[in-house]
RNA sequence: GACCCGUUAGCUCAGUUGGGAGAGCGCUACCUUGACAGGGUAGAGGUCGCAGGUUCAAGCCCUGCACGGGUCACCA
């Protein structure tokens, strides 16, 4: 690998040192905002120095593989990749804390047409073309460029967090993937399955290359349809014909007819003189001729059209050229040598009409090819080329499917897109005319033509020529999982350890260049699927559901928004912001909650870390007294544990955002930071001291499940909190804790914030400033909740403000009392000045009714005879209890409202 | 033409084993409470595209339709 940019990461480590020291605390208090500029690239530099990322071989581990999708190494990463990439940091860093050996293979793709067309327009620019420089030179050129831009990618990367692997980084003109191609071009042209020929190919006019059919674009193009009318030689009369693209008719060899079709069977066998060129040409019979499209007759030109070939191989019909390379017309087009394809298209449709041979001009929209890179209208163009023979490979795919050793598809609907694909294919065009690129390792015999396919050219190497063109870029790509591993050489380490591969993480637009390709070069070489899983994501778009282009300037640089609101903010948004397999809209505001999440979790443990005293890990001690908020607090990080490690097992990284987002703000922040203030800002020092414990060992549990969303963050707070360890790139997954799982707890604390809930809603409703103690008259429904309430009482003075509390079975309401009937018990407010009576009669009142629809809502349910006999009884029995609350509540609303009568 | 996806709060979107609709932003009112104003509290806002069906029960399953987006194929 090139070492270079990645240098300069590995010198800010020196820097960095002094944090080795063992994970302790190095200081105590963090600034109020986080910045993350000052913190991520120091983390990134000692994850690396610590080697964290490095696969370690360890045997006592499973083995856990992902290889990044190479991004092209010309040009920067985008918002897509950054998407992608995290993704794959996700998973790879759960992983890993969860203890597998793992490995992410980073690299890059040499990207033949990309690259070239890059390094030629920079020879442009210094008013040179490639064959001024010849080959060689312009490898090296190329080479130049790949560094650069290599250095500029590794950066990024590091930007984003990456846990790569680069002491095992790799790129597909490396010496050994260069070795991997051959061997399988060798191979499969041994089987048979890669064939030199003639055939009508997609060319590029402007890259002057042939294209694979998937890298040609058809886009709906408002055309025309040129009737013409071809004179029999006999002098007889005409046949009718219509093209779209008229200047193909220099290049015509016959005109086809359907067998069947009565206008026309009598001239079968005629002779047509076409005209301009005045070749005599055949007219002959078809049965791919539609009758009843169009005259019915058709004009032949096998040379610049695939059907046409069909027909011509098929009628022994000569095959004429009639452009060049670069798509200007050839000496075959007589007059119209020298021009332009379009041009003469132009000039073709003047003069035919002049000569009243084309006599009628139709508006037709029709669908033109486009090449996917230049963008030039792609030419069907006769062409000798390289193929691969799909059909066999494509059926071990297919079967493949059908087996245990399946491709799962994630989302699974994205296996019918891959199967209708692979189902469908035609043989894949696989030489470029290219100089960057894997030379093909084909050599002919200068004298006898003789074809010599090999790692190396024959021993009089003088009388042979290699062949000048490249390999598609990506058959090299298809064999990235296991070319990466050390394949062809099965016995390698690597190889043999680390594959097949567990995920592939990839978008729903590159499923037939490279999965599908993958997945059948996988089989054939390696004998098995070349990855368990496949997840699939979509497209990044800009706000208003627009592809990001060049053209449209609507691109966000993902460095920028780095730099703005740092990587973790951005990861959180990529990855939790669309569903499965949807593509997503890319918003600043959303980058921005997500950095306030960030700020959020920084200043929760600001506060812990304010009275953490000097609490050290050991010293976290979960074994004595509790209060609910924190047995409460245990058993949600329990819940969020459980959640957060099956929902990401099942790649649903939005939910398990959503998971963690609501415990961490909600659960954490909003309910137990506060509550622990209770026991913090007091006295007892036994409970600061386990509420200190908690709230560490929370802390520090939560920063881990975290930690593969927002790594950089999450490393800085855990190297702040008690811990264990020099990284939490290696600490251990959080698993449910059996020991401090009480479920009962939710229920109470449900209570206590109903408590406090409905009293703040109550001072909202009757303007009274929470600032304002108030006096609080209780009454439980049971001594059971009555103890639950006077346990948990020092809650609800402060957070419902109390200047004074009764809890009491026996509680009775003043006479000018707000009342609030929560499940469990009643809760009366004696606010004297501020009540009017009527009005109070008239806030129960509506309380009355909202209670009576919810009864009958309840009792309609439980009404239903299907419903209590086929509904589950724990579905059945939850009505039946929500039945009772709500007709107890509304009992008790009753009641005070004949009160207030009185 | 075939297939896929979408249609849920003002906007953008979540909602996976079918069991009383959620988030972010925006909006309204109030709050400098000793982590955080990039914050807190309370609130408004939805016949979950339409029509059928299955089911005790449908945003979720099935069928059809409408609109929007996409992929592939055809296009002399």
Known sequence: MDEGAFILIIERISCNRLRKDGGKIMTKELPTKYDPKTTEENWYAYWLDGRYFEATGDKKKKPYTIVIPPPNVTGKLHLGHAWDTTLQDMLTRMKRMQGYDVLWLPGMDHAG?????????????????????????????SWEWKEEYADHIRRQWAKLGLGLDYSRERFTLDEGLSRAVREVFIKLYKKGLIYRGEYIINWDPKTKTALSDIEVIHKDIDGAFYHMKYPLKDGSGHIEVATTRPETMLGDTAVAVHPEDERYKHLIGKTVLLPIVNREIKIVADDYVDMDFGSGAVKITPAHD?????????????????????????????????????????????????????????????????????????EPYLSTQWFVKMKPLAEQAINLQKSDGKVNFVPARFEKTY???????????ISRQLWWGHRIPAWYHKET???????????????????????????????????????????????????????????????????????????EFTDQR???????HGLVRDSEGRKMSKSLGNGVDPMEVIDKYGADALRYFLVTGSAPGHDLRFYWERVEAAWNFANKIWNASRFALMNMEDLTYDEINLDGEMQLADKWILTRLNETVEAVTTLSEKYEFGEVGNKLYHFIWDDVCDWYIEMAKLTLYGEDENAKQMTRSVLAYVLERTMCLLHPFMPFITEEIWQHLPHEGDSITVASWPEKQENWHEPETINEMKLIQEVIRSIRNLRAEMNVAPSKPIAMNMKPASEQTELILKKNEAYIQRFC???????????????????????????YLPLEELINIEEEIQRLNKEYDRLTKEVERVQKKLANEGFVKKAPAKVVDEEREKERDYIEKRKLVEQRIEELKQ
């Open 419 to 429: 199967l209708r694909w692979i189902e469908n294919i035609h043989d894949w065009c």
């Open 113 to 141: 047409i990309a690259t070239q067309a890059q390094v030629e327009s920079q020879l442009r620019d210094e008013g040179l073309s490639r064959y001024d420089l010849g080959r060689e030179k312009f490898l090296e050129k």
């Open 449 to 523: 033509g003789d074809i010599h396919v090999g790692h190396e050219a024959p021993k009089d190497e003088e009388n042979w020529e290699q062949d000048e063109d490249v390999l598609d870029t990506w058959f090299s790509s298809a064999l990235w999982p296991f070319s990466t591993m050390g394949w062809p050489d099965e016995d390698a380490e690597d190889y043999k350890r680390y594959y097949p591969t567990d995920v592939l993480v990839t978008g729903y637009d590159i499923i037939y260049f490279w999965v599908a390709r993958m997945i059948f070069q996988g089989i």
């Open 306 to 378: 695939p059907n046409d070939f069909e027909i011509g191989n098929r009628h022994n019909l000569e095959r004429i050229l009639v452009m060049n390379e670069d798509g200007s017309m050839n000496d075959n087009a007589g007059p119209y040598k020298g021009m332009d394809r379009f041009d003469c298209r132009k000039k073709i449709v003047e003069d035919l009409q002049e000569q009243g041979v084309l006599f009628k001009i139709e508006d037709h929209v029709h669908s033109v090819g486009h090449s996917e890179r230049s963008g030039a209208v792609v």
């Open 801 to 827: 403000n109390t200047s004074e509390l009764t809890i009491s079975l026996a509680a009775k309401p003043e006479e000018k009392s707000v009342t609030q009937v929560i499940s469990g018990a009643e809760i």
């Open 530 to 536: 070349p990855f368990k899983d496949v997840l699939i």
